[in-house]
């Protein structure tokens, strides 16, 4: 249990929906990252945060937003959803905002169906 | 772009055999990270290597860092089935610390 929660497990929803990700970093860790992972691909950076700021964005679409909340958890929010919105959705945290030895720990992931 | 390649892209082998997975850039690394990844679950660290020519071994894995931190391997001696997964470098340019993901391999080891 690398202690990162991710809500929900799956989704499945339609095409022009809205939904929100839920993220738990693991307790102490300052810092969340989300990224997109689609059928048996590697992860697609999308957004960084540490400590309630936005510190990096990768190829995060305008259609897709996050924050991250006093309390360290984070939400993803992806809008107007079309069908190669897809994916696997994973949120992991780690101690710092960078630094050699920062181990990311993610969360069993959010599946999302857009139909 | 910073590019972190990774190869094979897939991998099916029986158990018993030895497999080498490779990572290559021409991007310099302050760190680079191996990740395990199992169905339905996210990726799991099996090692950092930070020097140049570093040598870590897990078990039947050996991971080497590459002399000029530009690439890295991960070698299985006697690959069991429990091995059978979705292997993930990721790189942490000396430049920026942005972490940089190689696309992964998958491996499966056969009975």
């Known amino acids: 249990d690398s202690g990162v929660t991710q809500t929900p497990k799956h989704l499945i929803t339609a095409t022009g929906q809205r939904v929100t990700l839920r993220c738990s970093p693991r307790?102490?860790?300052?810092?969340v990252y989300w990224y997109q992972q689609s059928l048996d691909q590697g992860l697609q950076f999308l957004i960084q945060y540490y400590n309630g700021e936005e510190r990096a964005k990768g190829n995060i679409l305008e259609r897709f937003s996050a924050q991250q909340f006093p309390d360290l958890h984070s939400e993803l929010n992806l809008s107007s959803l079309e069908l190669g919105d897809s994916a696997l959705y994973f949120c992991a945290s780690t101690a710092q905002a960078q630094g050699i030895n920062s181990p990311l720990h993610f969360g069993n992931g959010t599946r999302l169906t857009v139909t | 772009t910073q590019l972190l390649e990774q190869s094979p892209q897939f991998l099916s082998i029986q158990e018993g055999e030895n497999l080498t997975v490779y990572c290559n850039s021409s991007?310099?690394?302050?760190?680079l990270q191996w990740y395990r990844q199992e169905p339905g679950e996210g990726p799991v660290l099996l090692v950092t290597v930070v020097t140049g020519g570093e040598v870590k071994k897990l078990k039947r894995l050996t991971f080497q860092f590459g002399d000029a931190r530009k690439d890295s391997s991960l070698h299985i001696t006697a690959a069991q089935p429990g091995d059978t997964g979705l292997y993930l470098c990721?790189?942490?340019?000396?430049?920026?610390?942005?972490?940089?993901w190689g696309a992964g391999t998958k491996l499966i080891i056969k009975p």
């Open positions: 990721a790189g942490m340019l000396d430049s920026n610390y942005q972490l940089i």
């Open positions: 991007s310099v690394f302050s760190s």
């Open positions: 307790s102490g860790d300052l810092s």
